[in-house]
């Protein structure tokens, strides 16, 4: 989904306007996320799919794309994601606990185009905490950041069948622009290779049947 943010007076870089203060709801804390997150963030992950398959999710698309690592793998890979460069996580702490988690990256709309987007990855919020402005606040974070680095959109990818996130999006002027598939990689490799093998074999049929026509005409010349 995009979302073209409202337009505001830049600031340059350094100055001391440049931190812009995000509005905080009552009992809401935001912190950028730390490795000693890890084991919060993966219970947080696993209570969302848990709520989102009781909507009424697909189970067989989630299980493509989440199953609850160890504490190890997800040290190792929320320590992979914050190395990168330009990507950043906010997490929300309601009365010492983790109740949600935004991460988002700045780039531009294509390869060949310098208009800057900001693209939210990943924006949840423990079930047990929604429409009390946690995903609110975590918005108005990223949204602060995307102007300091002069973003002109906003993009949110979310899951298809998340029903409340993207109606909150919704809600809020995101249009949906795109559509994201998933597969697993072996699955993959075995459609494209069938599909491979297929047409070298139909190739090979057709210039098969090219040359029995065109020994046909010359029998039948050489016959007349």
């Not at 460069?85 to 009365?95: E, P, S, T």
């Not at 990855?121 to 609110?136: D, K």
Request: hydrophobic share 40%.
């Amino acid at each position: 989904m995009l979302c073209q943010p409202p337009r505001r007076r830049s600031v340059p870089r350094g100055s001391s306007q440049e931190v812009h203060p995000v509005p905080m709801r009552p009992g809401v804390t935001l912190r950028e996320a730390t490795l000693a997150d890890a084991a919060e963030l993966v219970a947080l992950w696993s209570e969302c799919a848990s709520a989102n398959r009781s909507e009424g999710i697909e189970a067989a698309a989630y299980s493509n794309l989440w199953r609850e690592p160890s504490l190890e793998e997800a040290e190792e890979a929320l320590g992979m994601t914050l190395a990168r460069d330009g990507r950043h996580m906010i997490v929300a702490i309601v009365d010492d606990e983790l109740v949600g988690v935004l991460m988002f990256q700045i780039g531009t709309i294509t390869p060949l185009n310098l208009t800057r987007t900001l693209t939210v990855h990943e924006l949840l919020v423990s079930p047990r905490y929604r429409r009390r402005s946690v995903a609110m606040t975590l918005l108005s974070a990223a949204e602060h950041a995307g102007e300091e680095h002069a973003c002109e959109v906003v993009i949110a990818v979310t899951p298809a069948h998340a029903r409340e996130p993207n109606r909150y999006l919704t809600k809020l002027g995101f249009a949906q622009v795109a559509t994201v598939r998933a597969i697993q990689t072996s699955v993959l490799q075995s459609r494209l290779s069938t599909r491979t093998g297929a047409s070298r074999d139909t190739g090979r049929l057709i210039a098969m049947r090219r040359t029995l026509r065109r020994r046909e005409r010359e029998a039948h010349r050489f016959a007349e």
